[in-house]
């Protein structure tokens, strides 16, 4: 099966600065990346996502770039805000049915 | 418009004993997903439904089984509890035509 690795456990950033999380996956087969966002006690929620056929993606301060020859993926937060603070975990999915999430990064931003 | 709901919130089971999460989605999805959630592991797909009518395994299925009971409802079943399956438990579902998964808010399952 797919095996998703995901870096770093935590991040702990100044607010305003960049954050950078990066993803590993092993099957090329895959051909849907998501990030979801999830509070401390809250459920997971998507942030964005990459199809295999895109390079990249962009909403306002959050962006997601696909190496698919490299088979990684990464998601790029700007301006970080206090509120950005949350844990984030990366998935990969082969046609929408089993999806693989790597282990998750604590962000921590600092005001 | 409630989105995803699960039932129990919390539950707490002595070891050898059986239940049932509940799950439902008023979204008229066609796909539905149960994954359990461990400290520092991320989520992991406990078995997924493609579509009304059709179960399959996920990565981590041992010890538990699942219902597509109609398009609205995809129940999870603990026929014996272990402490290893205390976690907590998200159920999920998406539509065809999107790539968005919508989670529950989640069952926190204590087997002592």
Known sequence: GENVEQHPSTLSVQEGDSAVIKCTYSDSASNYFPWYKQELGKRPQLIIDIRSNVGEKKDQRIAVTLNKTAKHFSLHITETQPEDSAVYFCAASKNFNKFYFGSGTKLNVKP | ????????????????????????????????????????????????????????????????????????????????????????????????????QFFGPGTRLTVL
């Open chain 2, 1 to 100: 418009n409630a989105g995803v709901t699960q039932t129990p919130k919390f539950q707490v089971l002595k070891t050898g004993q059986s239940m049932t999460l509940q799950c439902a989605q008023d979204m008229n999805h066609n796909s539905m997903y149960w994954y359990r959630q461990d400290p520092g592991m991320g989520l992991r797909l406990i078995y997924y439904s493609a579509s009304e009518g059709t179960t399959d395994k996920g990565e981590v299925p041992n010890g538990y089984n699942v219902s597509r009971l109609n398009k609205r409802e995809f129940s999870l079943r603990l026929e014996s509890a272990a402490p290893s399956q205390t976690s907590v438990y998200f159920c999920a579902s998406r539509q065809f035509s999107y790539n968005e």
